[in-house]
């Protein structure tokens, strides 16, 4: 399996979007906190304060 890094964009908000949606589902204590302490639903400010 490869891994690339990549630095969140517009390109990539409905991934980020599904992604934190299925985590929190399941899980609302995971770490990093840093990934969840914004609103992720609120793109803008999400990308802006990550």
Not at 18 to 35: G, K, N, R, T
Not at 36 to 47: I, K, M
Request: glycine share 0%; hydrophobic share 40%.
């Amino acid at each position: 399996m490869n891994i690339k890094l990549v630095k969140l964009s517009y390109e990539y908000k409905q991934h980020l979007i599904d992604m934190m949606d299925e985590w929190l589902a399941v899980e609302q204590d995971f770490s990093p906190y840093m990934i969840r302490r914004n609103d992720h639903h609120n793109f803008d400010y999400y990308l802006e304060n990550l």
